[in-house]
């Protein structure tokens, strides 16, 4: 069946640090990938997706590109800032985004 | 980006009564809406698909005449909580999709359930 794996949390870094939050997924055929986040009391947004191997999403500072290689679609951001600290969720998306299946996401906080 | 809204957003209640939770999208028509169910500090599990104007297509596991869904127009769709017990106490978001052929779904904030 499809499933997804990421970075168990929490992770706590300080501002313009460097940040990877791993995400690896099992899937039947060629999903789309996503990743959404969830800043305190809101719904869950898309951030970035790619629909198919090596693409790369980006948005934001945020990068993660679709290795079908390693079935991995590792979030990067070059320099994290206190507005980050949110709950970040990797999702692939069967029939396009029709049925999402989550990891169960990673909770982020940055330090000033 | 569209807006989706959930009513309640927390809500307490006693065992064996139901509770019903509103998904609302706001600026946008959406033909199809999701149901999901977070535990915490797990993800989110789909629970079930709504179409407006159509019965709702349950996962494997839900149980439909647990989980009552209605889809009756294109801005709301409705999840009832029947005779609701402890286990069912929960985190229930919605989503609904913008259409096309990539849709994208916009979530709600979410709705907290604690059953006593």
């Known amino acids: 069946g499809n499933s997804v794996t990421q970075m168990e949390g929490p992770v706590t870094l300080s501002e313009e640090a460097f940040l990877t939050i791993n995400c690896t997924y099992t899937?039947?055929?060629?999903?789309?990938l996503f990743w959404y986040v969830q800043y305190p009391g809101e719904g869950l947004q898309l951030l970035l997706k790619?629909?198919?191997?090596?693409d790369k999403g980006s948005n934001k500072g945020f990068e993660a590109t679709y290795r079908k290689e390693t079935t991995s679609f590792h979030l990067e951001k070059g320099s994290v800032q206190v507005s980050d600290s949110a709950v970040y969720f990797c999702?692939?998306?069967?029939?396009?985004?029709?049925?999402?299946?989550f990891g169960q996401g990673t909770r982020l906080t940055i330090n000033p | 980006g569209a807006v989706v809204s959930q009513h309640p957003s927390w809500v307490i209640c006693k065992s064996g009564t139901s509770v019903k939770i509103e998904c609302r999208s706001l600026?946008?028509?959406?033909?199809?809406m999701f149901w999901y169910r977070q535990f915490p500090k797990q993800s989110l599990m789909l629970m079930a698909t709504?179409?407006?104007?159509?019965?709702?297509?349950?996962e494997q596991g839900v149980e439909k005449d647990k989980f009552l869904i209605n889809h009756a127009s294109l801005t709301l769709s409705t999840l009832t909580v029947t005779s609701a017990h402890p286990e069912d106490s929960s985190f229930y978001i919605c989503?609904?999709?913008?259409?096309?052929?990539?849709?994208?779904?916009?979530f709600g904030p979410g709705t907290r359930l604690t059953v006593l």
């Open positions: 989503s609904a999709e913008s259409g096309g052929a990539q849709g994208e779904q916009f």
């Open positions: 899937a039947t055929g060629y999903p789309s």
């Open positions: 790619a629909t198919k191997a090596d």
């Open positions: 999702a692939l998306g069967v029939q396009g985004a029709q049925k999402l299946v």
């Open positions: 600026d946008f028509q959406a033909t199809t």
């Open positions: 709504s179409n407006e104007g159509s019965k709702a297509t349950y």
